[in-house]
């Protein structure tokens, strides 16, 4: 049973998001590379259809691993083709597939 606090909202006013958590695994000599391909695609991403917001983060050599939050699973369903081909220019650098994980949130600030 979660403790009530002041970050806790009850299901029915929750606000409810949609996320995809990506992890990738490159050559650890191509991150400028990499940083420079995110830059490129930057205004793809933010024309994604209810992109909320998105961080890619370093977590170890030569693996990244990107959150990008939507409004909705709709809208994020509708984004999964593009997002498809951002990751498709990654795999010059990936050195094993991506792994992605995706949900709705339980949490959110």
Known sequence: ML???KYYMPT?????????????????SKEN???ELLESKRDTMMALPGIQS???IVTGEGEI?????YDTKENFDAA????????AA??????????G?????????
């Not at 990654?90 to 792994?99: G, H, I, K, L, S």
């Open 3 to 5: 403790a009530l606090n």
């Open 12 to 28: 029915s006013r929750r606000i409810t998001m949609y996320c995809r958590v990506t992890h990738i695994q490159f050559d650890a």
């Open 33 to 35: 590379e990499i940083a």
């Open 54 to 56: 998105l961080c890619t």
């Open 65 to 69: 691993t990107s959150f990008a939050v």
């Open 80 to 87: 999964t083709p593009e997002v498809g081909k951002i990751l």
């Open 90 to 99: 990654f795999a010059a650098f990936a050195t094993a597939p991506p792994v």
């Open 101 to 109: 994980k995706e949900g709705s949130t339980l949490f959110y600030m």
